[in-house]
């Protein structure tokens, strides 16, 4: 596949391709945060926010032979796959291969869209991770083959972030950045840099050794989690954003990739916890996103399990106990959870929260109202208000609706 460098694209037209018109907005019966949604980054993300000497080499949008729109960068290409931004079109249209970006619906990239998009499926609040030419958790610019350059963009993702994606609409979206992990006195930089104009998470890779970074243990990640440590960022481990669970030759790499989000999420899970990086830090978040809540409970089981019976809990230092730590630390977001919603309580009912995940493949929009409603409407007030807004809110210091706003309809008086 080749590609050429493609002229400006008039991406803010109104005009799409193969779109369900809009639906009607759904009813509000409850508030809702989402703590795992993605943005799509628009084609003129990085204009005029490098230097003259890295602007030439910025990220771009080019056009293959094939008519399909790619992003460039640091001499690769990176598609912007199908089932990355499937929201708004049929089912049977939904496809894993490059995607145009008008065959995208423009809520997946123009903020003011996005904001319609969330009125429409009744959604307060989001927090946004990047996407294709990023990486879920800005690995791709931190491994450029320049490190300024590296830096430079990184820097440039957070700026037009704050400036175009969370500025125009602050109560409505989580302001969450990257950060440079090709060095940890730069990241913490950038993490601190970040912090002090309001946001409040940083999505690191939830195992970096997978994708050739100093692993959890080495020793290497100390100011990185110092500096989220000391500016309440949260850290924000989306499921892949260090690749899919390893899988033998031949087997269906998406529906088999997909069924191990859980495994993935634990086993990355059980990494931090076990890195004593919790443990050093009393007040540090961690949120696990897009692996489920199934999980939770054994993990918990086996925690205690080891301490109780294998004598290895001694690895804490104190008398905290690894399972303690797991509580006090972390977060965890569901879709939907029918068949394991019942452990919520060994989950920790203040440490659940609610995703809806709009674009992906596996997310509810314009639904997720009915979706919470079919899952969760049962349950307790209390518990339903913490799930569905409370503990996100918390979590990320963000607020939430006033009362004469639509979106409060959930909120408790």
Partial sequence: MTATTRPTLNWKKSETHGLEPDPEPRPIKYTIVSVDDHLVEPPDMFEGRLSREHQALAPKVVETEE???????????????????????????????????????????????????????????????????????????????????????????????????????????????????GDAAQGAEEIRRNAERGFTGVTLPEQPHRVNMPNLFSGWWDPIIAACAETGTVVCLHVGSTGVADMPPGAPMVPLGATLFGQLSLAACAEWLWSGYPAKYPDLKIAMSEGGIGWVAMLHDRLENIVDRSGYGDYFSGDLRPAEVLHRNFWFCTIDDPSTISTRHTVGIDHICFETDYPHGDGTWPDSQAVFERYYGDLPADEIAKISHENAASLFRHPLPPADNPHAAGLRR
């Fill in 67 to 181: 008519g399909h729109e790619v992003w460039e960068f640091d001499g690769e290409l990176f598609f912007q796959v199908g089932l990355n931004a499937v929201v708004g079109r049929k089912r049977e249209d939904w496809k894993v291969e490059p995607t145009r970006f008008d065959e995208m619906r423009p809520g997946c990239y123009q903020i003011d869209a996005r904001i319609r998009d969330m009125d429409i499926n009744g959604v307060w609040a989001s927090v946004n991770f990047p996407s294709q030419i990023t990486g879920f958790c800005g690995r791709v610019f931190s491994q450029c083959s320049d490190p300024d350059l590296g830096l430079a963009v990184t820097r440039a993702w957070n700026d037009w972030f704050f400036e175009e994606w969370h500025s125009p609409y602050p109560e409505r979206i989580v302001p969450m950045g990257i950060t440079y992990l």
